[in-house]
């Protein structure tokens, strides 16, 4: 990286929010606190939970480390924005409780931030592991965005619109402080999509980056927020909402093209199609057939992600039919199987 033997040592927020992750929660504090950039203070804001975080927490002989238990519990992002709030350090970093971070990523995104202070956020890529830490698969940016350069709104709307949020992972973040002073605290309006939409309004006041490395270890599963927030899911996501809003951006929407509005096209389909197999698990066979209404976007099988947008089409297709049919209790069984594994 460049310059990055003039990098200083400013003191570093790390925020981690937590709420009954005590069974993930030590592996993740230990990767904090042995980092390789020891200028840190570790912020724990204990969101009212009510399993063995405090004792977990108290286990560190730290004296980095600053816990705050919430008298009730706040929900995500009020308790992030009270922990930001409190950091005293130049950076100020969100990581997860139930992740698992490497050794250099605080040291590498110092030494980024410091030589490029045009660059208002940075972001790291991670590798996916499931509940025992097992690997799954790594992150890898679409093609057009590059890593470990200078990325605007304009740059990043184009394949947030093809691709959804494969870029801007959220538990590798850390900004510069005063930049919540500028764009303001995290939304709670979006439900688990508000630190998308942090992301973006900080695009609309900074240009951000995103390091090529993988530098932390994302945990999937079924006590995963977004596994909750997705079951049984009959309102739009909100990635949607989000989206919309920047659509028009003058500093984006020049950069859009047809392909691009084709494929935030098809993922709103695909969305449309999850939506409708919820109905029918719950049930509501009117509600599922205004979704099942919605014309396919035949020309978007000329591009990528193919095997995804024929499984849409095939699930789409079942789904009319069985429902034509009367068939609605097999078909119920086997929408459980295909979006849930089988159990719900």
């Known amino acids: 990286m460049e310059n990055s033997q003039k990098v200083s040592i400013p003191l570093v927020s790390i925020c981690v929010p937590t709420y009954n992750d005590g069974h993930f929660l030590a592996l993740s504090l230990d990767s904090i606190v042995h980092q390789t950039y020891s200028n840190i203070e570790i912020l724990v804001g204990d969101d009212a939970s009510n399993d063995d975080t405090a004792e977990i927490v108290r286990s560190f002989d730290d004296p980095r480390i600053r816990y705050w238990r919430n008298e009730k519990n706040l929900g995500q992002f ?66 057009e965005v590059q890593a470990d350069t200078c990325l605007t709104l304009g740059d990043l709307i184009p394949p947030l619109l093809r691709h959804k949020n494969r870029i801007l992972r959220g ?74 809003q920047y659509l028009t951006n003058e500093g984006a929407a020049d950069q859009i093209n047809q392909h691009d509005l084709d494929e935030y096209a098809f993922h709103r389909l695909d969305d449309q199609t999850f939506r409708a197999a919820n109905w029918i698990i719950r049930g509501d066979i009117d509600q599922a057939q205004i979704l099942l209404g919605q014309p396919y976007r035949w020309r978007t099988l000329l591009r990528g992600r193919q095997r995804r947008k024929l499984r849409v089409l095939t699930l789409r297709m079942l789904m009319k039919i069985g429902l034509a049919l009367g068939a609605n209790r097999p078909l119920t069984q086997l929408l459980i199987r295909t979006e849930y594994g089988g159990r719900l």
């Not at 922990?83 to 250099?104: F, M, N, T």
């Not at 942090?198 to 900074?206: G, S």
């Not at 530098?215 to 596994?227: D, P």
Request: glycine share 8%; with cysteine; aromatic share 12%.
């Open 78 to 143: 009020p308790n992030v924005n009270s922990l930001i709030q409190r950091a005293r350090g130049c950076y100020v970093a969100v990581y997860h409780s139930d992740d698992q971070y490497e050794p250099d990523i605080v040291k590498q995104e110092v030494t980024f931030l410091e030589a490029h202070p045009q660059i208002g956020a940075v972001f790291a890529l991670d590798t996916r592991i499931d509940a025992e830490g097992q690997i799954l698969g790594i992150t890898q940016l679409p093609e």
């Open 171 to 244: 538990p590798t973040f850390m900004g510069r402080s005063e930049l919540f002073q500028k764009v303001g605290w995290f939304s709670d309006d979006y439900d688990i999509a508000g630190d998308f939409e942090m992301w973006l309004r900080i695009l609309t006041a900074y240009p951000i980056a995103v390091l090529g490395e993988h530098l932390m270890r994302y945990r999937r599963g079924a006590t995963q927020v977004s596994t909750g927030y997705n079951r049984l899911r009959t309102f739009e996501e909100h990635y949607f909402t989000i989206m919309d």
